[in-house]
C-alpha cells in the first residue's frame, strides 16, 4: 500500500480507497517499471532516452491533471514544418492517441511533441495510475519509433 505522503487519498461510498497522482507516486511507478528519471532544473519530472524525453507535468487547481509529454531530441527546419504537420495530422486522424504535434522552441528548429493526458480529480486506484502511466509511456516511445520510419 502506497503511504499517505505518496497520494493524496479520498474514501469513496463503496470503501474503495482512490487516490489522485502525485510527483512521488509516478516516481515509486517509474521505478517500479525501472525507468531511470530526474527532475528537471523547472522541478518536472522527467525520462530520458536516446530519442526523446517524456515529462510528466500536474495541472490543476488540485494538480489533479497529469500530463506525460514527449519531446524528441531530433529537430527538423523550420521549412518542413508544414510537411511535418500533415505528417502528424495524419497520426492524429489514424490513431487515438497520443496527441501529436509540433513545437518551435527558442533554438528556432522545428520540434515534435506527443501528449497523453486525464484528469484524476475523481480519483482512481493506484493499479488504474500505474496502468495509465504504463501505456502512456509505451504509446509514446512507439510514436517515436513511427516517426524514425516516417521522415
Not at 490543476?60 to 502528424?88: C, H, M, P, T
Request: one cysteine or more; proline letters at 3%; hydrophobic letters at 40%.
Amino acid at each position: 500500500m502506497v503511504s499517505d505522503s505518496l497520494t493524496s487519498r479520498r474514501r469513496e461510498p463503496d470503501g474503495g480507497t482512490m487516490v489522485v497522482p502525485t510527483m512521488a507516486l509516478v516516481q515509486q511507478l517509474l521505478d517500479e517499471f525501472g525507468l531511470r528519471h530526474s527532475i528537471d532544473d523547472d522541478g518536472d519530472l522527467v525520462v530520458r532516452w536516446e530519442k526523446c524525453s517524456v515529462f510528466f507535468f500536474f495541472y490543476g487547481e488540485k494538480r489533479e491533471i497529469l500530463q506525460a509529454r514527449l519531446y524528441l531530441n531530433r529537430r527538423f527546419d523550420v521549412d518542413s514544418r508544414g510537411a511535418l504537420a500533415l505528417l502528424l495530422d495524419e497520426w492524429n486522424r489514424v490513431k487515438l492517441f497520443p496527441k501529436a504535434y509540433t513545437v518551435l522552441p527558442d533554438d528556432g528548429r522545428v520540434g515534435i511533441c506527443a501528449e497523453q493526458c486525464f484528469d484524476f480529480e475523481a480519483g482512481a486506484t493506484r493499479g488504474q495510475v500505474k496502468y495509465a502511466v504504463g501505456l502512456w509511456v509505451d504509446t509514446l516511445l512507439r510514436f517515436t519509433d513511427w516517426v524514425d520510419e516516417q521522415v
